[in-house]
């Protein structure tokens, strides 16, 4: 049974406009949750993370909602750039629990389109 | 020069053949780990290590085995390989405790195709 669901394939987004990318949880024990960016041909890349004692984590054009009552987060981009394009993965993790091993979404791919 | 390396980057190899991937890194964490890339599958996880004596499975271990020969290498093996685990495969690296909160560091990922 899949944990950490990211429901949606691909996402298309024209540049300068928001990019919302979302994940959904199941285990309501997870403490910390990360997202990570993908380029072809390279390893994935953090990008920003939240505890669950926050409900939002800001960095620069990236921003992390953490709603634990839904178990849902959401990655907000804003502007979106071409360079943003890649496939993004949410990943939680038991840090209070000895730091389990993260446990990854499918990830969704990111088209920002000039 | 990359915190973790990974070496072959790419690999084409028949039904049958035992393959070692191996990882290498810089950081000087004692955690590292395992995962595979599948189009639509995510990362899911095959081993990971916490230091040079702990070996644990992960969600999809079976027909692989690791070694971790020191703190700073950790090799996958593919015993018998199979068409099916033709994928990309990803060494990560992360601390055990301090303000990296988990928070893993990748590999550039070995290609691996099994005909």
């Known amino acids: 049974d899949q944990q950490v669901k990211q429901n949606s394939p691909s996402l298309s987004v024209q540049e300068g406009r928001i990019s919302i990318l979302n994940c959904d949880y199941t285990?309501?024990?997870?403490?910390?949750f990360l997202w990570y960016k993908k380029y072809p041909a390279e390893g994935p890349t953090f990008l920003i993370s939240?505890?669950?004692?926050?409900d939002k984590n800001e960095d620069g054009r990236f921003t992390v909602f953490l709603n634990k009552s839904a178990k849902h987060l959401s990655l907000h981009i804003v502007p979106s750039q071409p360079g943003d394009s890649a496939v993004y993965f949410c990943?939680?993790?038991?840090?209070?629990?000895?730091?389990?091993?993260?446990?990854f979404g499918k990830g969704t791919r990111l088209s920002v389109i000039a | 020069d990359a915190d973790v390396t990974q070496t072959p980057r790419n690999r084409i190899t028949k039904t049958g053949k035992r393959i070692m991937l191996e990882c290498s890194q810089t950081?000087?964490?004692?955690?590292m780990y395992w995962y595979r890339q599948d189009p639509g599958l995510g990362l899911r996880l095959i081993y990971y290590?916490?230091?040079?004596?702990?070996?644990n499975k992960g969600e999809i271990s079976d027909g692989y085995s690791v070694s971790r020969q020191a703190q700073a290498k950790f090799s996958l093996s593919l015993e018998s390989a199979i068409p099916n685990q033709t994928a990309l495969y990803f060494c990560?690296?992360?601390?055990?405790?301090?303000?990296?909160?988990?928070?893993?560091?990748f590999g550039p990922g070995t290609r691996l195709t099994v005909l």
């Open positions: 290590s916490f230091d040079v004596k702990d070996i």
């Open positions: 990560a690296t992360s601390e055990d405790r301090g303000t990296s909160y988990n928070e893993q560091f």
């Open positions: 990943a939680a993790s038991l840090v209070n629990s000895g730091n389990t091993p993260l446990v």
């Open positions: 950081k000087g964490h004692d955690r």
């Open positions: 939240i505890s669950s004692i926050k």
């Open positions: 285990n309501s024990m997870f403490d910390y």
